[in-house]
Structures are given as structure tokens and as C-alpha cells.
């Protein structure tokens, strides 16, 4: 792994302020595509996320992914000479993400107008579970509770048992990518626009997923329907759902659209099935979902995982094998895409983690740094950017601000 960032965002730094998932993952995703991302963490303590499961021993497995490509610097932010440095840091950088709860920072003398101050060309991006406003802002706010409060949990489970919540973070993740795609949009308004200027972005976590909603909105909007917890695409088309091969093996199917119905069965040998009124379009096999799923179900069962794959890839009918972690580490597809790569770890030997995603054709993203152990970069951050002296960084140190 070369030290050195490259990629489309290079010669960017950020400053990220956050702990756990949703916020530092986005800065994790600009890190991938070659920003300078400057973790700032509390000295002794660090991100929570460092005490996170799983673990390897001692070892947090969890954190060379989540925080690769990153430095480390611990700051004490209640102390007047911590804030004076992160002032100082944040004259030097193009982007502060941050999610504390709203005023924290404004309460150090660090919010978006203080800094703004020092730079106004920043940018702040600002995460918490319900936004920065509204009668929910001062709240408590993480992903399993936020994803509940989207609308998305009443969706999922079966009618005769509790909804239920995503089995990881969801929801964190997916707020990781607007963190992402909001600073690469304000960076691009501050550097091509003739008047381009910092901001700040308000990004609830809630949002995120509620922003996915749309059919929700419209179905109860125009058809005053409240739609209930189904497994599965409910409702959208027939046959859909999750089948039993021969082998014991599940996979899903979906036929979307009634050209593909037709594929599906004429590789099933049931061409009746499309001149019979109560299966040839899909609204009426929607009025007999159970009943077309039942045909399909039998059918599945007559062939092992291999011979069905082979046979609907022919027919072009979309399906897939529900996957273990195990099942994608031997896939031959995910090896050639470089979906997990492997990288030396000071202490693990190798870890393997997610590549990176998405492919650019002329400037890829790239893994040039393990997560950083706390405190790694403090000294050289303090000395190669803010110039300050052995004698000033080791007072420092006895104060316990860094």
C-alpha cells in the first residue's frame, strides 16, 4: 500500500469529528477516492466504533474497513487550547463532518458560523438521528431506532409476528453515501460556481432512508393506503419471492414484468399459462399470488441450485442464490470484480474488507491506508500542517490535550 492518496479528490482534506457508522463511513467513501481525511478523536478514548464487535482477540475487526484511509489526531474539544487547534485545522481544510448532537459544537465555540469565521470557504456537513431543526433535533438519534421512525421497519417481517429491524446498520451506511454525495456536490458548488462559497449540510438519519419512500408516499397520498409488513416485494409483481431448490439451497426469483413472466414460463414448459386468463398479465396473477408462487415453488423443487441457474440464465429470467459469506468468498464473479481485497495489518497479518466501489475508468479509488491506531498522525499533523514545534507538541501532550 502506497502512503499516498490518489484519485479524483485529491488535494482535499477533511476533518472528520464523527464516531461509529454513518457519518465516518462517508468520510471513509471520500477517503477511497483519494480526499486526506483527518480523523480527530478524543484522546485515551477514541471512536466507539473501536470497541465494536467483531473482535479477534483483542483485535476490532470492524475498524480496518470502516476506517481505512484515514489519519488519526486526538484533540481534547473541551479544552480551550483543543478547540484553538481544531480552529487552526479547519483554516487548512475543505470539510468538516461532524454528528454530535445540534449546539455541542456551538457550545465549544466550533459550530458552522464560528468557523466559518476562520474559513469561509468550509464546508460542514452535519449528522444526527432527526436533523438540525424540528421538535425530535435535541434527541438522542442512532440507526436501529431512526430506521423504525422511516417507515421502513413496519415493512418488513410477517403479519403474524413483529416487524422487524435490519440485521446490521442499514440505515448507517446508506447515510454514509448522501454524507459522500453531499460534500462532492458542495465542493463542486464552492470550486466551479463564480460565487462559490462554503456551507453547511443538514442530513437527519431517518432522512436517508425515508428519502427511498416514494411509492409510500404516493400509495397513501392517492390511495389513502397504509401499506403493512410483507416479506418480499409484496404487491409489485407475481411470481416473486424465495424458493427451495432440490439441493436444499434458497434463491430468489422476481419476474417483473410480464416479458419476463413469459420467459420464465416457457422455461417452466408452461406455455398455457400465458393464454389462461388467470395468469397472463400480472395484475391478474397479483389477484392469485399465492396460488402462481405455489406453482413456481413446485417447479423449483424439481431441480438442484446448479441446473436452475443454468436453465433461467438461458431463458434470461432473473434469479439468484441467496448467498452466505462463504458462498460469495468462493464466487468467481466477486474474485473478478475485486469485491474483498486483502491488506496487511500491523498486528492481523492480512485482513480482507470490501474493494472499492464504483469503478472510475481514469481515476480509481484505491486502499493506500490502514485504519489508523489512535493517535498514529497527531505529531505529524501538528507539525507538517500547523508547524508547530517539539517543544510545543510535548507541552501539549502534558496538558492531555492531545
Not at 482477540?57 to 475498524?63: K, Q, Y
Amino acid at each position: 500500500m502506497s502512503m499516498k492518496s490518489k484519485g479524483p479528490l485529491a488535494g482535499i482534506r477533511i476533518l472528520d469529528l464523527s464516531t461509529m457508522i454513518a457519518a465516518p463511513y462517508g468520510a471513509t467513501l471520500l477517503g477511497d477516492f483519494g480526499a486526506e481525511v483527518i480523523k480527530v478523536e478524543m484522546p485515551g478514548k477514541g471512536d466507539s466504533l473501536r470497541q465494536m464487535g467483531p473482535f479477534h482477540g483483542e483485535e476490532p475487526l470492524r475498524w480496518p474497513g470502516l476506517a481505512r484511509n484515514k489519519k488519526s489526531i486526538t484533540l481534547d474539544l473541551h479544552t480551550e487550547e483543543g478547540q484553538q487547534i481544531l480552529k487552526e485545522l479547519a483554516m487548512k481544510s475543505d470539510v468538516v463532518i461532524e454528528n454530535f448532537r445540534p449546539n455541542t459544537l456551538e457550545k465549544w465555540n466550533l459550530g458552522y458560523e464560528q468557523l466559518k469565521k476562520a474559513n469561509p470557504e468550509l464546508i460542514m456537513i452535519r449528522v444526527t438521528g432527526y436533523g438540525q431543526t424540528g421538535p425530535n433535533s435535541s434527541k438522542a438519534g442512532f440507526g436501529t431506532p431512526a430506521t423504525a421512525y422511516s417507515g421502513f421497519t413496519y415493512l418488513h417481517g410477517y403479519p403474524d409476528r413483529p416487524p422487524i429491524s435490519p440485521s446490521f446498520s442499514l440505515l448507517d451506511y446508506i447515510t454514509g453515501i448522501y454524507v459522500a454525495f453531499a460534500t462532492s456536490t458542495a465542493l463542486f458548488y464552492r470550486d466551479s460556481h463564480e460565487n462559490g462559497t462554503g456551507q453547511y449540510v443538514d442530513i437527519g438519519l431517518y432522512e436517508a432512508m425515508f428519502r427511498m419512500m416514494e411509492f409510500l408516499i404516493a400509495d397513501y397520498d392517492q390511495n389513502g393506503i397504509v401499506k403493512e409488513r410483507s416479506p418480499g416485494l409484496s404487491g409489485h409483481s407475481s411470481p416473486a419471492g424465495t424458493f427451495q431448490t432440490k439441493d436444499g439451497h434458497w434463491v430468489v426469483l422476481v419476474t417483473s414484468s410480464d416479458r419476463t413472466f413469459n420467459r420464465l414460463a416457457k422455461a417452466m414448459g408452461r406455455e398455457d399459462m400465458l393464454e389462461d386468463e388467470r395468469y397472463y398479465t400480472n395484475s391478474e396473477r397479483l389477484k392469485r399470488f399465492e396460488e402462481t408462487n405455489g406453482i413456481v415453488a413446485d417447479w423449483v423443487k424439481t431441480m438442484t441450485r446448479k441446473e436452475l441457474q443454468g436453465l433461467l440464465d438461458e431463458y434470461g429470467v432473473p434469479v439468484s442464490p441467496i448467498q452466505s459469506i462463504e458462498d460469495i468468498f468462493n464466487d468467481e464473479h466477486v474474485k473478478e470484480r475485486e469485491n474483498i481485497i486483502e491488506v496487511a495489518h500491523p498486528r492481523l497479518g492480512k485482513v480482507k474488507m470490501p474493494g472499492i466501489v464504483p469503478k472510475f475508468s481514469e481515476t480509481p479509488g484505491s486502499v493506500y491506508r490502514i485504519a489508523p491506531d489512535l493517535g498514529e498522525h497527531t505529531e505529524e499533523i501538528l507539525k507538517g500542517i500547523l508547524e508547530l514545534d517539539e517543544i510545543r507538541v510535548q507541552e501539549l501532550k502534558e496538558k492531555k490535550v492531545i
